[in-house]
């Protein structure tokens, strides 16, 4: 069973950056892709960012150019630094990879 662990998240202003982690644990090797999705209140869970084994990315029209989606294999951790924050990027942000459960979530809140 995989287990993944998010961190990273806070509160910014507007046009702040964070950057979030996502360690994964447990059986990692059915791990191949792995994404980054949030969800406001009210709102679905949508799809932010993906990273394929590979290391090709995708990326929700709404944060084109400003979210870069990486990984580090060795280190199982997968990464999302968020630039140019706006108020309506305020979500938790959640990891999954295509195996195994959602981790927990991290909260990000950008003030305006």
């Known amino acids: 069973q995989v287990q993944l662990v998010e961190s990273g998240g806070g509160l910014v202003q507007a046009g702040g950056s964070l950057r979030l982690s996502c360690v994964a644990s447990?059986?990692?090797?059915?791990?191949?892709?792995m994404g980054w999705y949030r969800q406001a209140p009210g709102t679905e869970r949508e799809l932010v960012a993906a990273?394929?084994?590979?290391?090709?990315?995708y990326y929700a029209d709404s944060v084109k150019g400003r979210f870069t989606i990486s990984r580090d294999n060795a280190k199982n951790t997968l990464y999302l630094q968020m630039n140019s924050l706006k108020p309506e990027d305020t979500a938790v942000y959640y990891c999954?990879?295509?195996?195994?459960?959602w981790g927990l979530g991290t909260q990000v809140t950008v003030s305006s």
């Open positions: 999954k990879a295509d195996c195994g459960p």
């Open positions: 447990g059986d990692t090797s059915c791990i191949s892709a």
């Open positions: 990273i394929s084994g590979g290391g090709n990315a």
